[in-house]
C-alpha cells in the first residue's frame, strides 16, 4: 500500500527566502505526481503535475523534481512571498494493477511572513 | 478560465438521513472524481468515475455512498444514512484526462 510522507509538517519563514518542501512515498511505481496548494477552508490548487517518465517540472517561481528510484519529489519555491502561504500538498498515483488511486500526503503547512 | 463548483458550500444534516452533494465538473472534461478531507487529517480519495460509471473506488466508499451524473452537466454524490463520521469536507474534481485534476471549493458536511 503506498504511502506518502511530507517533511516539514510546518515551516515559517522570511519573505525572499528559497524553500524546498519534501515529499516522499513508500511504492516507486507511479504514475505520476502532483502538488497542489491548499488556502485555509478552500479547495486544492494543481501547481505542477510530473509523469512518473519525467525529472522535473517548473512554473514561474515553481520547480519539482522527482527522483523515482529514492521514492522522492522535491518543490522548491525561490523568492517566497507572502502570498505563497497555504498549505502544500503532494499526491502520488500508483500504477498497480490498472488501479491510479491517488494517495495525498498530510501537507506541509507554510507561513512566509513579511 | 473554466473552474468545477460545488453546491451548497455547507450542508448541517441529523444523523441518518440522507444528503446530495452536487458538482459541476469543468464542461470538456471526462474523468470525475470525489474526494474528502475529515477536519485535521489528510485528503482521501473515494471515487473515480468515467463514461457513466464508477472507474475506481475506495475502502471507504461502501455501499452508504452512490455516485450519478444525472445531465450533461451534474455530478453527485449521495450519501445515504448519515453517521457522525461522514462530517468532513468533500471535494470534487475533474480532469480531461488521467492527468491533471482540478478540484471544486468543496462542501462542508456537518452530521450531527
Known amino acids: 500500500k503506498q504511502e506518502v510522507t511530507q517533511i516539514p509538517a510546518a515551516l515559517s519563514v522570511p519573505e525572499g527566502e528559497n524553500l524546498v518542501l519534501n515529499c516522499s512515498f513508500t511504492?516507486?511505481?507511479?504514475?505520476?505526481l502532483q502538488w497542489f496548494r491548499q488556502d485555509p477552508g478552500k479547495g486544492l490548487t494543481s501547481l505542477l503535475l510530473?509523469?512518473?517518465?519525467?525529472r522535473e517540472q517548473t512554473s514561474g517561481r515553481l520547480n519539482a523534481s522527482l527522483d523515482k528510484s529514492s521514492g522522492r519529489s522535491t518543490l522548491y519555491i525561490a523568492a517566497s512571498q507572502p502570498g505563497d502561504s497555504a498549505t502544500y500538498l503532494c499526491?502520488?498515483?500508483?500504477?498497480?494493477?490498472?488501479?491510479?488511486?491517488?494517495?495525498f500526503g498530510r501537507g506541509t503547512s507554510l507561513i512566509v511572513h513579511p | 478560465e473554466p473552474e468545477v463548483t460545488q453546491t451548497p458550500s455547507h450542508q448541517v444534516t441529523q444523523m441518518g438521513q440522507e444528503v446530495i452533494l452536487r458538482c459541476v465538473p469543468i464542461?470538456?472534461?471526462?474523468?470525475f472524481y470525489w474526494y474528502r478531507q475529515i477536519l485535521g487529517q489528510k485528503v482521501e480519495f473515494l471515487v473515480s468515475?468515467?463514461?457513466?460509471?464508477?472507474?475506481?473506488k475506495s475502502e471507504i466508499f461502501d455501499d452508504q455512498f452512490s455516485v450519478e451524473r444525472p445531465d450533461g452537466s451534474n455530478f453527485t454524490l449521495k450519501i445515504r444514512s448519515t453517521k457522525l463520521e461522514d462530517s468532513a469536507m468533500y471535494f470534487c474534481?475533474?480532469?480531461?484526462?488521467?492527468?491533471?485534476?482540478?478540484f471544486g471549493p468543496g462542501t462542508r458536511l456537518l452530521v450531527l
Open positions: 464542461s470538456n472534461h471526462l474523468y
Open positions: 474534481a475533474s480532469s480531461e484526462s488521467q492527468e491533471t485534476q482540478y
Open positions: 499526491a502520488v498515483r500508483t500504477a498497480s494493477g490498472g488501479s491510479y488511486i491517488p494517495t
Open positions: 510530473i509523469q512518473s517518465s519525467q
Open positions: 511504492d516507486s511505481a507511479i504514475y505520476n
Open positions: 468515475f468515467y463514461n457513466n460509471e464508477i472507474s475506481e
